[in-house]
């Protein structure tokens, strides 16, 4: 009994406060006209962190004689007085608001005496500090005058919590092979306090001040990692140990797809193949040997690359392309000394069209003339798969009544025997698909387009566009970026796809409005890496270093007196083909003399690599001349040939 005491206790409270605030002076007027609201329920509050996206919803009663329409009605940004409204505020954590000056419209139309959903979602920029509280104030009324329905005095509260203690290794992970060691460091520790370190899973030791040695090879089925601590507080790295490569291991992702001839991406599958030691660990320093990928049944599938393949970190990725004949595609890899490895996938025909799928492009578009989207319709099997080879089915596009004034039907770009007009079209399907060009008007809010067949055993579907009010173009912002890929040298790229660089990284950028909305009318601006009076925008690109070929090494200083106590360092690096620093791994490098007697060598050889590199020292003799030193392994070998470098003694 006490919790429904309190709870009724708690809705007179509530019910007291709204009609306290609704007596207070406004500052905006009243809509009238029918419209009036009262308000039903919230979300809970939040504790989202920096980066993190929450969302609210807030529920009010149509208590009025008219009925609220998505794009004519929504909840008001209000100010922190709660009674100035249609306002901008906490502009930096709007995700994707209706406008800068509306969270959200109704979701659906809302006739009286039914309850209106207004969801909006936002997120804490990057800065806030911990404990940081901000409040969102809102109430509903007319999108286009700023007019309130009843002020209430609706707010929602987000509070950015403490960040928890803890510590932090770096590198966060490691993977190297048996007798080689790797430096950890640690962050986030109290002042003046000492880390105390441990492995967990018996697969090697570390030392007082964080250097780990690997003795032993773990598996999946056997972890290990790295811990650091102080006090209750503790930091891991896990840490995978290899040995050297006895087999090959074959992976495919996804294991089936569809016999498209590549129409879609599921007619499209991933190969790894991998070298792998005894307990099935990736060699990941390895870029030999040379992996021999066979493609075994030609008929069902093309793959991308065959043949005589050089691992990158101990891998080969090879991209598997159906044709339209199925059955179960067999790639076969094998290499010198080991042992090889197949792997299959199921290549399946596509079923009979039994739906269709409705998208589009781009959603939601700006509220303007000048702004369009694409709807596209896929005739497909009851798994969603395209049927490619449906060119007679007739697809009819019909608007909603209700979405007159907010969007217009005006091309057939896909499919054949098409027309339109501004409330619907035809097509006949192409490949199993028709597409039209939707345009908005500038009245906001959304348009629902229905589809139908001529074929009763294929259903038809719907899709709904949501068209906003959106600012002038301010900014840049990143869609996608693909990054990181790998170097490389060979083919080419493409801005349309199909790639045959391995190196090509994309990023898409679009023209944003100042809440983020893409300004789907700008069809105009320029974009090199900034735009006149747009606020430009920066996204890091990464190519990871291919697998380790050969070793380097430089002088520094060059040239040193003969007065046998000057020294020089040699900086031995691990590179890749390209000459990139391979930081991965760590290699037993020795360094010696081979040419020349000016100097002597002080530094022990062999060292490890920290980050790909070593460094040795040099002292000069008293005599003058110019001596040669050159890098190796301290065992095994690089599949390119190590350049060597000089010092100069002279006076």
Known sequence: MRRIQNTAIGLVMAFSTLLTLSTAALANPIAGGGYSSAYSGESAFTNASVGETGQYSAIFFNDGNTTWQPGVVGLLICAADKITCNVSSNPTFAKNWFSSTVYATVTTTVAPGQNGFFIYNFTVPSGTPPGTVTTFYGDVGIIQTGNMLRPEGYFQVNTVPAPTASLVLSPASASIQVGQTQQFT???????????????????????????????????????????????????????????????????????????????????SLIRVALKDANGNTVANASSPSI????????????????????????????????????????????????????????????AATKTVATFT???????????????????????????????????????????????????????????????????????????????????????????TNNSSIVGTSATLTTQITGAANKLGVVSNDSPKNVSNSGTCSNTGGNTDLSCMTFVISVQDVNGNTVTSDNGTTITFSAPGISSVNSTVTWNAGGADHLA???????????????????????????????????????????????????????NTNGGYAVFTVRSNATTGTDTYGPALSSGSLPGSNTTCQVEVRS
Request: net charge neutral; glycine share 12%.
């Open 553 to 607: 090494c430089s002088f520094f200083p060059t040239p040193i007196p003969p007065n046998s106590t000057s020294t020089s360092s040699a900086t031995v690096s691990v590179n890749d083909p390209f000459n990139n620093v391979v930081t991965t791994g760590t290699y037993s490098v020795s360094f010696g003399r081979t040419q020349g007697s000016a100097t002597t060598l002080l530094t022990s050889s062999p060292q």
């Open 362 to 452: 781009t959603n939601p578009i700006s509220a303007d003339p000048n702004s369009s989207t694409t709807l596209t319709i896929d005739v497909t099997d009851a798994n969603g798969n395209r049927v490619v080879g449906d060119s007679s089915t007739v697809i009819t596009i019909t608007r909603d009544a209700g979405s007159t004034n907010v969007c217009n039907v005006t091309a057939v770009t896909q499919g054949s025997g098409g027309a339109t007009s501004l409330g619907g079209g035809n097509a006949t399907a192409d490949r199993g698909r028709v597409a039209f060009t939707i345009k908005a008007t500038s009245t906001p809010g959304q348009c629902m387009i229905f589809a139908t």
């Open 186 to 268: 640690v962050t986030n520790l109290p002042t003046g306090a000492t880390p105390t370190w441990e492995v967990l899973g018996g697969c090697g030791a570390v030392t007082a001040v964080g250097l780990f040695a690997a003795t032993a090879m773990n598996s999946a089925s056997q972890p290990c990692a790295v811990i650091a601590r102080v006090g209750g507080t503790n930091g891991s790295a896990p840490i995978s140990v290899f040995g050297n490569a006895t087999s090959l291991g074959c992976t495919a992702t996804p294991t089936a797809i569809v016999a498209n001839g590549g129409a879609t991406s599921a007619g499209t």
């Open 292 to 351: 021999n990928a066979v493609n075994v049944t030609p008929t069902l599938a093309t793959m991308t690359p065959t043949g005589a393949l050089t691992p990158s970190a101990g891998v080969a990725t090879i991209t598997v392309t159906s044709t339209n004949t199925p059955g179960d595609i067999q790639l076969s890899a094998s290499a010198v000394g080991l042992t090889g490895c197949n792997v299959i996938i199921s290549s399946g025909g596509v079923g």
